[in-house]
């Protein structure tokens, strides 16, 4: 089985030893190794063979298990992955939006005075203005002035608690 | 197609998990595999055990055997099988001589002797460290270069050659008595 690789023995001793030591070096090798070819190793038994065949069938099989629940775990954990991203890159856009949505919200509270309710607001001030000349234009004849004083007051609170209601 | 087209053949299905190609494999390095194992060991269960661990341990890793030998790849895996049944049959023997359980060593001196029988090779390479065996037999069973044999060492070539020489010179001395 020695020399197989087709080594030139006695070149490679000689890298090390003179040549006349490389050439008795590479003798003492082949003559050892003739022993070895002379008395070869017992084989292993048929029965043996068959149970290393099969005993790699199930190795393979088992590989081919293992590598496909790997395949199918890193699948999942990629799907975990793009998941986690996904969910991230939405929270993160929501944080965005979140003060625009403020902004819209303490809009739309401007928002409720609408025209309707500016031109109730507007026909109270001015009746309570009509009211207040009135007042004044009656100072010296009327003797109600008292009573219509504490009316326009209370008007005017009214029309103070409707404005902060909206 | 040539052999060693062959072989690569039966390599990459071997690496595609192809349990026809597992099994040419097995019966292409069988042989040499269970000789390795046989002439360093001395008995022929254990060969048998380390040959069956071997090549299941060949379907676990053929994946990491890259480029280079397959030879050189499939010898140092058995090299490192070998060592680790060594170290294995260390820790046991500490146990023993611990618990003071001589019977299981003697039981195991008696098989070894039996195989001893069977040729005066066996008997003389007993006398070699265990070193030096190996590296012959690494030699002889597999085939690799003196080169790949100090790269599987991590040795220099000169210190493989040196110590090839010096062994197989004793083995021969041993075997002309």
Known sequence: ?166 | MSKSDDLARIIIGCKNGDSECFSQLVDVYAGRCYGYFYRLTGNKEISDDLLSELFVKMVEKIGSQKGGSFEGWLFKTASNIFYDYLRDKQRQKKLFEIKGNQSELKSTKTERLEDEKIDKLQVQLKKLDMDTKELIMLRFYSGLSFKEMADMRSEPIGTTLSKLHRGLKKLRELMEQ
């Open chain 1, 1 to 166: 089985m020695s020399n197989q690789n087709e080594e030139n023995l006695k070149d490679l001793f000689e890298k090390f030893l003179d040549p006349g030591d490389a050439e008795k070096a590479a003798e003492d090798i082949y003559k050892a190794e003739q022993y070895l070819r002379e008395n070869p190793a017992p084989g292993p038994a048929d029965t043996l063979i068959a149970g290393i065949k099969a005993g790699v069938s199930q190795a393979v099989l088992h590989r081919r298990k293992v590598n496909l629940y790997r395949k199918l775990a890193y699948q999942m954990v990629a799907a975990a992955a793009a998941i986690i991203v996904l969910v991230s890159v939405t929270a993160r856009l929501t944080e965005k939006n979140t003060p625009e949505k403020l902004i819209t919200a303490s809009t739309s509270s401007k928002m409720i005075w609408n025209d309707t309710d500016l031109t109730t607001l507007t026909t109270e001030i001015e009746q309570a203005e009509d009211d207040m000349l009135a007042l004044h234009t009656d100072q010296n004849g009327n003797g109600h002035k008292d009573t219509e004083l504490t009316e326009l007051e209370i008007n005017i609170t009214e029309i103070k608690n409707n404005f902060w209601k909206g």
